[in-house]
């Protein structure tokens, strides 16, 4: 057993076709400048014909290897965070470890939306605390597949990335995940859903294509939602790690949109710029947004230890959690 886990590499990727805002407001007919207004996208990038999950996810995981600097045969856990995986069966994540030369690892994927990452990482540094050896976790989403064209609410959102983060034993008890706390409540079960495909609804051939993409019954809802679920499981987490909001020098938050996590800030007293900006240039690619905001974040202005980090998410199920890691 490991006294504690540290992060040691990150990785991202994004696919190669960049969607500009005019792009999908001419397509729906909206004013020029409503979608940053609304959401504080300006870009976003959208996966290519060739590009699979599991392709996206192997460069991610490849960047954050190499950053880490282990060998791969260290690494005794992947787990993917993924509501797009490349089948509904098999899991992605073994075919992902395959394609990195994992050898035997451990795979699986873990479908938590965007909340993924938070619970992924989670059980990721319990298996690395357990068991003294690496994971790796990735989350990684190709949305612009799961969008309904018809459907302004996410038109306007939602994107394509991966994000990949290593975490490896250590014996320093201010390293790795220092609090934790995770939420869920099923009775918000249909406010963001892909409503055809699951056991439910399975695929037949009458089948409208419509019900196959992401639907969001209700923005407004999920927006309150969001901000209370991450302001909450915030505080608790804090509250676990024994660290004030004032303490932390990075708030990395789910990317779901801006006002949401601007507002999650004010409500827990952290200054503005703490918090890790990407979803002007990125979009919200669920799951991904976090790992992603670390790698980028990392290659600007490196994390340094001693600093201790916030991570938060909410979304569909709805499901929520928030960490505190110490770098």
């Given at each position: 057993m490991s006294a504690s886990?540290?992060?040691?590499?990150?990785?991202?990727?994004?696919?190669?076709?960049?969607?500009?805002?005019?792009?999908?407001?001419?397509r729906h007919g909206l004013e020029p400048g409503w979608i940053e207004r609304r959401t504080g996208i300006r870009s976003r990038f959208w996966a290519t014909d060739e590009d699979t999950l599991s392709g996206l996810a192997a460069s991610a995981g490849d960047m954050a290897l190499a950053n880490a600097g282990i060998d791969r045969s260290d690494i005794g856990l992947l787990l993917l965070a993924t509501s797009t995986p490349d089948h509904l069966l098999p899991p992605s994540a073994p075919l992902v470890a395959h394609q990195l030369g994992l050898g035997r690892a451990g795979a699986i994927d873990l479908t938590g939306a965007c909340a993924g990452f938070i619970y992924a990482l989670m059980f990721a540094d319990g298996f690395t605390r357990l068991h003294g050896k690496a994971s790796l976790v990735i989350a990684a989403n190709i949305l612009s597949r799961r969008i309904n064209p018809a459907e302004r609410a996410s038109a306007v959102l939602f994107a394509d990335a991966a994000g990949a983060v290593v975490i490896g034993p250590c014996e320093d008890p201010d390293r790795g995940v220092l609090g934790a706390s995770v939420d869920s409540d099923g009775s918000r079960y249909g406010l963001i859903q892909i409503p055809a495909g699951g056991s439910n609804t399975p695929f037949h051939r009458d089948l409208d294509l419509a019900q196959t993409r992401m639907t969001i019954t209700d923005g407004r809802e999920v927006f309150a939602k969001a901000v209370e679920m991450m302001t909450a499981c915030s505080q608790d987490a804090l509250t676990a790690a024994r660290i004030r909001s004032q303490d932390i020098d990075r708030f990395v938050p789910h990317q779901a949109n801006a006002r949401i996590f601007d507002a999650v800030g004010r409500n827990l007293g952290i200054a503005d710029e703490a918090i890790v900006k990407t979803i002007v240039d990125y979009g919200n690619s669920s799951a991904a947004t976090i790992p992603l905001s670390l790698s980028l974040t990392h290659r600007t202005e490196p994390l340094r230890p001693g600093e201790k980090?916030?991570?938060?998410?909410?979304?569909?199920g709805l499901s929520g959690g928030a960490l505190v890691v110490g770098i």
């Open positions: 886990s540290r992060l040691l590499g990150f990785g991202h990727h994004a696919p190669s076709r960049k969607v500009e805002n005019p792009e999908i407001e001419d980090i916030l991570l938060a998410a909410a979304g569909a």
